[in-house]
């Protein structure tokens, strides 16, 4: 069997792969919402859902440093990897071992695109077809709910020391802009750092978003940050609804309309 991944790179394969190992947590969630669980036999540290995962598959590392003699062990006949979570030199080592697939989401058409290549993969189509249906109709309905919505000028942070935020080319920002968020580091490329410090007072930011991952930011950090926006409604966020664009897509939608409600009655005090 032959394949095209999403960078269009070729890839063959005897038969329907058996042994599956992901270092993408939103694609191993995917995996098994595809009903592959018992095909999963690695994993990265940072595959949490579902929350047994990792006492069914062995870990292998993380997305950026793996452990490329265990990931041989396991003898696996597909390794799925991700162009932004892992890095060219990972890849590179995978293919050596089997067949690579490499996933590159920017936006929901490529989130489904990637569900329904999976479903061909691993034989899943129906299993496919019906999570791609799922957050079809729930964008669907979102585009309807965020229709006569404003637009609000919002900044998305994703770590702290040094502070970096969201910037363009980056799936984050496609979903800020479903949200009529507008990025207001819409000029700056992926993730960019930025200075905040004693004399930082930006009043033209109306939300500012800490999501819960890759940094855990807490409440404590509200108060910090909403030094430097003081005219800012600062909120925690659920940095998996806003980054993981697997079959979790299907939660984030109904999470997004809670979430505008919220800031509207922040915004209202």
Known sequence: MKFKDQLNRIIHLKDTPKRIISLVPSQTELLCDLGLKDSIVGVTKFCVHPYHIKTNATIVGGTKQIHIDEIKTLNPDIILCNKEENTKDIVEACELICAVHVSDVFTIED?????????????????????????????????????????????????????????????????????????????????????????????????????????????????????????????????????????????????????????EKNQSY
């Open 111 to 263: 989130s489904l695109e990637l569900i329904n290549k999976y479903g061909v993969i691993f034989n899943k189509p129906l299993e496919a077809n019906s999570i791609v249906e799922g957050i079809k109709n729930e964008a669907h309905g979102f585009k309807d709910f965020i229709e006569n919505r404003i637009e609000l000028n919002t900044v998305y942070f994703i770590w702290r020391n040094p502070w970096m935020v969201a910037g363009k080319n980056a799936f984050i920002d496609y979903v800020l802009q479903l949200n009529k968020l507008k990025n207001s580091y819409e000029t700056e490329n992926r993730y960019p750092k930025i200075k905040l410090d004693n004399s930082t007072n930006v009043t033209d930011v109306d939300i500012v978003l800490l999501p819960s991952e890759p940094y855990p930011f807490k409440e404590k950090h509200i108060k910090e940050l909403q030094t430097f926006y003081p005219k800012a409604t600062v909120m925690l966020v659920d940095g998996e609804l806003f980054s993981w664009y697997g079959s979790r897509l299907t939660k984030a939608f109904e999470y997004f309309k809670s979430l505008h409600l919220n800031i």
